[in-house]
């Protein structure tokens, strides 16, 4: 049977992100300097979504011919699969409508989150809706053919471990560049575990599943192994949303890189709490190039309003300084655009931003995901339902004290303002351009941290929970 999976390019969206919901990139804003910022943003080209690798090597361990198509090529075939995005929702069902009219006789599936969340966006098409995990294609994929159009539940995978290891053959992987996380290059996507176990309302990881399921070590790193083997991978980015819940695992992993036959970069995304120093030396010392962390808002308040699980200032500003330290990156997800905003409360967040100084400040505007419970509690303040908006640097909502215009000016205002500061250079310097360290340049360390601040600020994984750079 010839299966082709289809993709697309188109508005820089990457798929892994936001729980599948995907996110696109920075829109420049702010002149010339918006301009430079968009200019680092375009630099990368982005693995091919891990689902889909995970898929050619499923169909192919099941004897089918497995073939790729993107953007406008749509190859003939029997079984059509399509992972849509929030932001390319549209072209993924001009593609299926293509398909249904060229190829009315062949089988089309729709797989991800939104196959759960947004049911209504396929209604008049005849393709089956499968809701969960679309590895579990590798045991019921026969089951999932032989159903009438419509939604097909298939569960998730409890053991992660019996999963064949992604093929990433058909996505031309020598491409793959993630330059804000690494300086070596190709760059693979990767898992250790899968879920969240918090509760934050606005997190897509937690619509369909609140708990955390684990690969063991052995398995991720034998992964690891083969990909610089057939793949030529140099980096791989672990797509965890809670990287190093289980500390014994992280120490037997890190343990198991060092003896790889060759040191490579990865990077990581997590929350502050569940990464102690002491786990971040070991972590360094084996390839930990840059982690991605989700600090929000300085407004307590609006923490607790939405959920967020707090955490000492100090220790935010404690956690940046000793990556930085240990050479490690170091990508922080910041909100604005909530409701309530104003120009005082994003300046606060803005003025947060420098406080802690993160190699990469990506400022992120409240984006309400169908299916969280964020998106009902603001359903009535939301101002525009067209999806290709929801890229985390658009604004959708209805502000209190704020026009749209504003909240937009405001956004480029933010990351012109982090980033052209000598106090940013000064820090990261030695961290995005090593040869400045030999000309005696750049970062020197800060003093010891002072006594806790009285805000606490919550934690979340970036993009993660998706919100990160893209």
Known sequence: ???????????????????????????????????????????????????FAYLASIFRQLGHDVHFGEDEIIPHGDVYVFSPSLITLNLELDAIREVVRTQPSATI??????????????????????????????????EVLNKKPGPVAVGSIQDLDALPFPDWDLFAPKKFRIAYDFSQFPTGLIQQSRGC???????????IENKTRFRSPESVVEEMRRGMQEYGFRSFKFRDPLFGLDRKRVLRMAELIGQLPRKVQFSIESRIDLLKPETLTVLSEVGLTAITVGIETPDEGTLKQYKRAPINDDKQRQFIETCRRLGIRTVAGFMIGFPEDTAQSIKGVLRYAKAVNPTFANFNIVTPYPGTEFYNQVVQDIADFDFTKYNV?????????????????????????????WDWVKAHAHLLWPTTKWLGFGYSPAPEPQAPATIALPIVTASDCDRKVA
Request: glycine content about 8%; hydrophobic content about 40%; overall charge positive.
């Open 1 to 51: 049977m010839k299966i082709v999976l289809w993709d697309t390019r188109q508005l820089d969206v990457s798929k892994d992100f936001a729980g599948g919901y995907g996110v696109g990139q920075y829109a420049s804003g702010g002149g010339i300097r918006g301009q430079i910022v968009r200019r680092f943003y375009k630099r990368d080209h982005r693995p091919t979504a891990l689902t």
């Open 197 to 207: 176990t918090f509760t934050c309302n606005y997190c897509p990881y937690i619509v």
């Open 109 to 142: 599936l729709v797989v991800g989150i939104l196959a759960t969340t947004l049911t209504t966006a396929f209604a008049d098409l005849p393709v089956t809706l499968v809701q969960g995990e679309p590895e579990q294609l590798l045991w019921k994929l026969d």
């Open 393 to 421: 640097y658009t604004p959708v909502m209805k502000y209190q004290h704020l026009t749209v215009d504003e909240v937009t000016a405001w956004h480029a205002r933010c990351f012109t303002k982090y980033y052209f500061r």
